[in-house]
């Protein structure tokens, strides 16, 4: 399966942007998707995961309350809404996948098989 990250852009302090990732290739509804995000000089890290059936997610502390993560099956597209957007928020968002189909939520990227090519969101102060 191919990932497609896309809608990283430009936005100021308090901002929202809408991130999407889009399967293609053996795609299927029975796979659990994850959003990282990697700044310069820092480790790629956790920010959001969803299971196959979008009834399951889960959210890194510094996001939660502010980032959405839902997911289309039809569309075999993953979002990511990020609201009240902050300076610490700028880095290379990368959309992972893995087959699942229990209510699980994956943090650790290892466990991840496929990867988007990132798409960078960069906040200004």
């Known amino acids: 399966v191919q990932l497609q990250a896309s809608g990283g852009g430009l936005v100021q302090n308090g901002g929202s942007l809408r991130l999407s990732c889009a399967a293609s290739g053996r795609t299927s509804s029975s796979y659990a998707l994850g959003w990282f995000r990697q700044a310069p000089g820092k480790e790629r890290e956790f920010v959001a995961g969803?299971?196959?059936?979008?009834?399951?997610?889960s959210y890194a502390d510094p996001v939660k309350g502010r980032f959405t993560i839902s997911r289309d099956n039809a569309k075999n597209t993953v979002y990511l809404q990020m609201n009240s957007l902050k300076p610490e928020d700028t880095a290379v968002y990368y959309c992972a996948g893995r087959y699942s189909k229990v209510s699980s939520v994956y943090r650790s990227r290892n466990y991840y098989a496929y990867w988007g090519q990132g798409t960078l969101v960069t906040v200004s102060s």
């Open positions: 969803i299971d196959w059936s979008g009834g399951t997610t």
